[in-house]
């Protein structure tokens, strides 16, 4: 690795350009060649002196121990995980889309601080104290909380262009044909939120306010859209928007989109655009309907996939005998529940004679209603001891459907095949992970520390981003059998040494990885650098812990 300085006048120009290149030599099929690393015009002439020096010692730092007047050598901050995450970042097309403004370049570092480790957007501040974050995300001024807070206002405003931007990096001009989509919900633990109400809580967190995520995914699971609803909507009421999303902002003329049972009702498929179709579940209220009805037969449901057809719409069924037998065992295990608390109930009558059987019998129906078994199992009393009372005919037909799903398309069987139908189905399931690795894994979406309505559809974006990067550090380092937390750690752990040149100005080298820290970069086919610029960006923070814990 060298540099090299070139120098050019355009014919009848007076001016001469000149450019300072760092670049490498290689090898490739016997022939020697050259490729440019990075563009060091922009550096004083100080800097690249001190580039010089660096390169000219990278084998053998020794020597430069023995300049100990002249040169002096420093830990610097950490560079390993902030240029892996902001390499994978590159090549997902999040920098480009992001763009090169200040607000860009702050919300790129909010995304990798995100991957890194997940908090406020004041521990994003502190950590860019801790990572190389403006040097390698090149952020050439300072900031602080408030710009942070300003960048968020900007993400919102922009969210649709870049999200766009991102998805014609990815497909090109190609629109693509198939969404998958599902919502979630993420409890709050204050209550001034913009989009904080009470509503049906995926979190089992009782008494807490939330918002409602939707996600929008492409063939492969890659996120493409997110938005943000109020804490009480529905789910089927976000599909609509994202109908809208498809054909206006993505600009798609055909397209198909996969939703959980009840998500696409009759009443959006009527206002659907010309070529949108669906692939959805229904009920187990409408696969009765329509056993009733005689158009699917109980009989047909087995381990094979069956459909029908009926008034243009095609219904795909089978009954999975692994899902069924983990709903028996499920059953099994809340009756033999009920049971221990009856034997305990009937214990403590026959030991306390005052004891009113009445209160014994509410107290195992609350489990009964708790559990959902009150349409086969009910407990009855006689003198002071309790029973419980199997319906076997109410039984029989709760364990008629189990393991049986019917999913519903309009596609026609040219467009789809049966099989491939139920398989873009099964395909939620990956929009399923990315809900559990955004709010339970690594990233943690739950942690909103903010509370207007644009910073909190940015919050969510950021996470967003986020997980695209997480799942293909995740997808690489599987095979090392690391997880995504172990293997940023462990590349924290890689610091840049700050080569000092006195009076000349610094300059960064990065240090030969360990063994455990080159894998996780090969994994992932990264190069780190030799040395950075080292822009010495002032990067503060206004809250003072001591202030605030002297309130405490």
Same mark, same amino acid.
């Not at 499920?330 to 608390?341: D, F, G, H, N």
């Not at 006689?382 to 393991?403: F, N, T, V």
């Given at each position: 690795?060298?540099?090299?300085?070139?120098?050019?006048?355009?014919?009848?120009?007076?001016?001469?350009?000149? !450019?300072?290149? /760092?670049?490498? !030599?290689?090898?490739?099929?016997?022939?020697?060649?050259?490729? =440019?690393?990075?563009?060091?015009?922009?550096?004083?002439? +100080?800097?690249?002196?001190?580039?010089?020096?660096?390169?000219?010692?990278? %084998?053998?730092? !020794?020597?430069?121990?023995?300049?100990?007047?002249?040169?002096? /050598?420093?830990?610097?901050? @950490?560079?390993?995980?902030?240029?892996?995450?902001?390499?994978?970042?590159?090549?997902?097309?999040?920098?480009?889309?992001?763009?090169?403004?200040?607000?860009?370049?702050?919300?790129?570092?909010?995304?990798?601080?995100?991957?890194?480790?997940?908090?406020?957007?004041?521990?994003?501040?502190?950590?860019?104290?801790?990572?190389?974050?403006?040097?390698?995300?090149?952020?050439?001024? +300072?900031?602080?909380?408030?710009?942070?807070?300003?960048?968020?206002?900007?993400? !919102?405003?922009?969210?649709?262009?870049?999200?766009?931007?991102?998805?014609?990096?990815?497909?090109?001009?190609?629109?693509?044909?198939?969404?998958?989509?599902?919502?979630?919900?993420?409890?709050?633990?204050?209550?001034?939120?913009?989009?904080?109400?009470?509503?049906?809580?995926?979190?089992?967190?009782?008494?807490?306010?939330?918002?409602?995520?939707?996600?929008?995914?492409?063939?492969?699971?890659?996120?493409?859209?997110?938005?943000? $609803?109020?804490?009480? &909507?529905? %789910? #089927?009421? &976000?599909?609509?928007?994202?109908?809208?999303?498809?054909?206006?902002?993505?600009?798609?003329?055909?397209?198909?989109?996969?939703?959980?049972?009840?998500?696409?009702?009759?009443?959006?498929?009527?206002?659907?655009?010309?070529?949108?179709?669906?692939?959805?579940?229904? &009920?187990?209220?409408?696969?009765? &309907? /329509?056993?009733?009805?005689?158009?699917?037969?109980?009989?047909? $449901?087995?381990?094979?996939?069956?459909?029908?057809? %009926?008034?243009?719409?095609?219904?795909?069924?089978?009954?999975?005998?692994?899902?069924?037998?983990?709903?028996?065992?499920?059953?099994?295990?809340?009756?033999?529940?009920?049971?221990?608390?009856?034997?305990?109930?009937?214990?403590?009558?026959?030991?306390?004679?005052?004891?009113?059987?009445?209160?014994?019998?509410?107290?195992?129906?609350?489990?009964?209603?708790?559990?959902?078994?009150?349409?086969?199992?009910?407990?009855?009393?006689?003198?002071?001891?309790?029973?419980?009372?199997?319906?076997?005919?109410?039984?029989?037909?709760?364990?008629?459907?189990?393991?049986?799903?019917?999913?519903? #398309?309009?596609? @026609?069987?040219?467009?789809?095949?049966?099989?491939?139908?139920?398989?873009?189905?099964?395909?939620?399931?990956?929009?399923?992970?990315?809900?559990?690795?955004?709010?339970?894994?690594?990233?943690?979406?739950?942690?909103?520390?903010?509370?207007?309505?644009?910073?909190?559809?940015?919050?969510? $974006?950021?996470?967003?981003?986020?997980?695209?990067?997480?799942?293909?550090?995740?997808?690489?380092?599987?095979?090392?059998?690391?997880?995504?937390?172990?293997?940023?750690?462990?590349?924290?752990?890689?610091?840049?040494?700050?080569?000092?040149?006195?009076?000349?100005? @610094?300059?960064?080298?990065?240090?030969?990885?360990?063994?455990?820290?080159?894998?996780?970069?090969?994994?992932?086919?990264? =190069?780190?650098?030799?040395?950075?610029?080292?822009?010495?960006?002032?990067?503060?923070?206004?809250?003072?812990?001591?202030?605030?814990?002297?309130?405490?």
């Amino acid at each position: 690795m060298h540099i090299v300085v070139n120098k050019s006048a355009p014919k009848g120009a007076k001016k001469i350009y000149s !450019s300072v290149l /760092l670049r490498q !030599s290689y090898r490739e099929n016997g022939k020697v060649k050259k490729r =440019t690393i990075a563009n060091l015009s922009s550096c004083a002439p +100080g800097e690249i002196k001190a580039l010089r020096l660096a390169l000219k010692y990278k %084998d053998d730092l !020794s020597v430069l121990g023995s300049l100990k007047e002249t040169i002096s /050598l420093q830990e610097n901050l @950490s560079v390993g995980a902030v240029w892996t995450v902001y390499q994978e970042a590159k090549r997902l097309g999040i920098e480009s889309a992001l763009g090169t403004s200040f607000a860009g370049k702050l919300a790129l570092w909010q995304v990798i601080s995100r991957v890194i480790n997940q908090g406020s957007r004041l521990s994003a501040v502190r950590m860019a104290q801790m990572h190389a974050a403006c040097d390698i995300v090149d952020i050439r001024r +300072g900031f602080d909380e408030n710009d942070m807070y300003a960048e968020q206002k900007w993400l !919102s405003d922009n969210q649709e262009a870049i999200e766009k931007k991102l998805l014609t990096i990815r497909k090109g001009d190609k629109k693509p044909e198939l969404f998958l989509y599902d919502v979630t919900s993420s409890y709050l633990e204050g209550d001034k939120n913009y989009f904080g109400k009470y509503g049906y809580n995926r979190d089992k967190k009782k008494g807490k306010k939330q918002i409602v995520i939707g996600l929008l995914c492409d063939e492969t699971g890659e996120p493409v859209s997110t938005q943000v $609803f109020s804490g009480n &909507t529905q %789910d #089927t009421a &976000t599909f609509n928007s994202q109908v809208r999303k498809a054909s206006e902002s993505f600009g798609c003329e055909r397209v198909t989109f996969v939703g959980d049972r009840g998500m696409i009702k009759n009443v959006h498929i009527k206002k659907f655009p010309k070529n949108f179709h669906y692939i959805t579940a229904i &009920t187990k209220s409408q696969i009765k &309907t /329509l056993i009733k009805r005689d158009i699917i037969q109980m009989e047909l $449901f087995d381990n094979e996939i069956c459909e029908v057809e %009926d008034n243009g719409e095609r219904y795909i069924f089978r009954r999975n005998p692994i899902r069924a037998d983990e709903i028996h065992r499920m059953r099994l295990s809340k009756r033999a529940s009920i049971e221990k608390l009856l034997k305990k109930k009937n214990v403590y009558l026959h030991e306390h004679p005052k004891a009113k059987k009445l209160i014994a019998k509410k107290e195992v129906e609350k489990k009964i209603e708790q559990l959902k078994v009150g349409k086969w199992l009910k407990v009855n009393a006689r003198e002071r001891i309790l029973s419980l009372e199997i319906m076997e005919a109410s039984l029989k037909e709760e364990e008629l459907l189990d393991g049986c799903y019917v999913i519903k #398309t309009d596609l @026609s069987k040219k467009e789809i095949d049966a099989q491939s139908a139920h398989d873009r189905y099964k395909d939620l399931t990956l929009v399923e992970k990315a809900f559990r690795d955004c709010k339970t894994v690594s990233l943690e979406v739950k942690h909103i520390f903010v509370r207007t309505e644009k910073s909190t559809r940015a919050h969510v $974006f950021i996470v967003m981003l986020a997980y695209m990067i997480e799942r293909r550090l995740r997808t690489a380092w599987a095979k090392l059998n690391l997880t995504v937390e172990e293997g940023i750690k462990q590349l924290s752990t890689l610091c840049a040494i700050e080569v000092k040149i006195k009076g000349q100005g @610094s300059c960064l080298k990065i240090p030969i990885p360990r063994k455990n820290s080159q894998e996780l970069l090969n994994a992932l086919n990264i =190069t780190l650098p030799t040395v950075l610029p080292h822009r010495n960006v002032r990067v503060v923070t206004r809250k003072k812990l001591m202030k605030q814990r002297k309130m405490l």
